[in-house]
């Protein structure tokens, strides 16, 4: 029994991958990201995972001032090598593009929100907020799984480091006052 042959897209091109390689591939799976130079193909999602896009991605849409618009399954380029797909963005309505647009730049991004899974929990954890920050996207949300319940963990970028500092954790309610005022029920998702 002989195994298929690799697929000849995935092989790394001298150099290795680079960002715009996600709009010229093509047979990419997707929301295929490139983080670090590698591409991340996504997994199957979970419920939760589905359940608290949705809440997020809706409530945020009902929130944001005119100046922003919110967005999912699209792509921020970082740099060459680094093109991850936040599960939630919220970027600046002038800045907002066409319809063929795939990817964001950092500076039109005004929140990243990533929603850890199994698979992607060092990646959701460490590694994405890192580049973020470094980029200089000034808001970042990671969300876990509490026991079937979201737990919000609020970030605000230190201008002076580029890295994240912790501002809140949100168990049943997500009230801030930046990037915008934000008051959302958390406990919703356990009524869908």
């Known amino acids: 029994m002989n195994a298929e042959p690799?697929?000849?897209?995935?092989?790394?091109?001298?150099?290795?991958?680079v960002a715009e390689d996600l709009d010229r591939l093509p047979d990419l799976p997707p929301h295929t990201e490139l983080v670090d130079g590698s591409f991340v193909f996504a997994c199957p999602q979970s419920k939760f995972h589905v359940q608290v896009i949705a809440l997020l991605e809706s409530m945020l849409r009902r929130l944001a001032p005119a100046g922003m618009r919110v967005r999912h399954g699209m792509t921020v380029t970082l740099g060459r090598d680094q093109r991850p797909e936040p599960d939630v963005l919220v970027v600046r309505a002038h800045t907002d593009g066409g319809m063929e647009r795939t990817t964001y730049w950092p500076e039109e991004v005004v929140l990243a929100v990533?929603?850890?899974s199994i698979e992607?929990?060092?990646r959701d954890r460490e590694r994405k907020p890192q580049l973020y920050a470094k980029a200089?996207?000034?808001?970042?949300?990671r969300v876990e799984n509490g026991d079937g319940h979201p737990v919000v963990y609020v970030y605000e970028l230190d201008p002076a480091t580029k890295t994240?500092?912790?501002?809140?954790?949100?168990?049943?309610?997500?009230r801030l006052s930046v990037p915008f005022s934000?008051?959302?029920d958390l406990t919703q998702i356990d009524r869908r």
Do not use: K, M
Request: charged share 15%; no cysteine.
């Open 182 to 184: 934000v008051d959302i």
């Open 164 to 174: 994240y500092a912790l501002t809140g954790i949100h168990h049943d309610r997500l």
């Open 120 to 122: 992607s929990r060092t």
């Open 114 to 116: 990533e929603v850890v």
């Open 136 to 141: 200089g996207i000034a808001y970042f949300w």
């Open 6 to 17: 690799f697929p000849q897209w995935l092989r790394p091109p001298p150099g290795g991958f």
